[in-house]
């Protein structure tokens, strides 16, 4: 089934988009998506088919503190 994915500026929440994400889909959150962005996947009151999620990480060890 479509899941929708919903990414909000961290420092402007106007700033904000939702995608449909049907079966199959792969999203790429590169750059600094993930620290310019809250993403979340919402709670929905209508059944929703099960769903894996996998996780690839690359940290680039210039920028480890």
């Known amino acids: 089934g479509v899941r ?5 500026h961290r420092q402007e929440p106007a700033l904000k ?9 792969l999203l790429v959150m ?6 310019l962005y809250r993403h979340a996947l919402p709670r929905t009151t209508r059944k929703v088919d099960p769903r894996i ?3 690839f990480r690359w ?3 210039a920028r480890r503190r």
């Open 59 to 61: 940290i680039d060890p």
């Open 30 to 35: 590169a750059g600094d998506t993930q620290r």
């Open 4 to 8: 929708r994915f919903l990414l909000k």
């Open 17 to 25: 988009r939702a995608f449909e994400l049907p079966h199959g889909s």
């Open 53 to 55: 999620n996998l996780t």
